[in-house]
């Protein structure tokens, strides 16, 4: 048997025992694997049911019973993600709602998220307002006329009452 012929039949071997070993790790993924916890962790996190299609589709064939243990998993982690906390802590990190709450919670996350949503938008703009403050402020260092100087100090008054009246709102949000 030449060079060749023996590194090519090595291969094909090689081949053939990957083969059978991956179709045994699959059947093993879907035999061992516990779908109601795996539901359970993408519910908790918010995953939409196409989560649920791109599991291996061999294993609807090898154990037909996985795809309702992992829809009860996910209904139990839904019950974890779809609170009112955790939707003003989506809102607040600005994180896209996927409507993946049951219509029985979802009023409740949907005014966390809502509040969430608000306290983000103050936060940022008390961020752009801070910026605006210590341009002003710099300018106000630097002018020599005493009219500029009025205007500015003027302006300066007015980004800071309206940063106060953020940071009021800001806080009333956050504590309800």
């Given amino acids: 048997?030449?060079?060749g012929l023996r590194v090519f039949s090595l291969i094909a071997i090689a081949i053939s025992l990957s083969a059978c070993a991956s179709k045994s790790v699959d059947r093993a993924g879907c035999d061992q694997r516990d779908w109601y916890e795996l539901g359970r962790h993408d519910g908790a996190q918010g995953s939409t049911n196409d989560q649920l299609s791109k599991y291996s589709s061999d294993c609807r064939r090898l154990r037909p019973d996985w795809?309702?243990?992992y829809a009860n998993g996910r209904n139990a982690g839904l019950?974890?993600?779809?609170t009112s906390e955790n939707g003003f802590e989506l809102g607040r990190m600005g994180i896209t709602y996927m409507y993946v709450c049951p219509s029985q919670l979802e009023p409740a996350f949907l005014s966390g998220y809502r509040k969430g949503q608000r306290a983000?938008?103050?936060?940022?703009e008390n961020k752009n307002?801070?910026?605006k403050i210590d341009l002003m402020t710099e300018k106000l260092d630097q002018a020599s006329q005493e009219f500029e100087r009025g205007q500015l100090a003027r302006e300066l008054k007015q980004l800071r009452a309206k940063r106060e009246q953020n940071q009021k709102e800001l806080n009333k949000t956050v504590s309800n």
């Fill in 79 to 82: 019950v974890e993600y779809c």
């Fill in 120 to 124: 983000r938008a103050l936060e940022i």
């Fill in 129 to 131: 307002l801070d910026t």
């Fill in 67 to 69: 795809e309702s243990m």
């Fill in 1 to 3: 048997m030449g060079m």
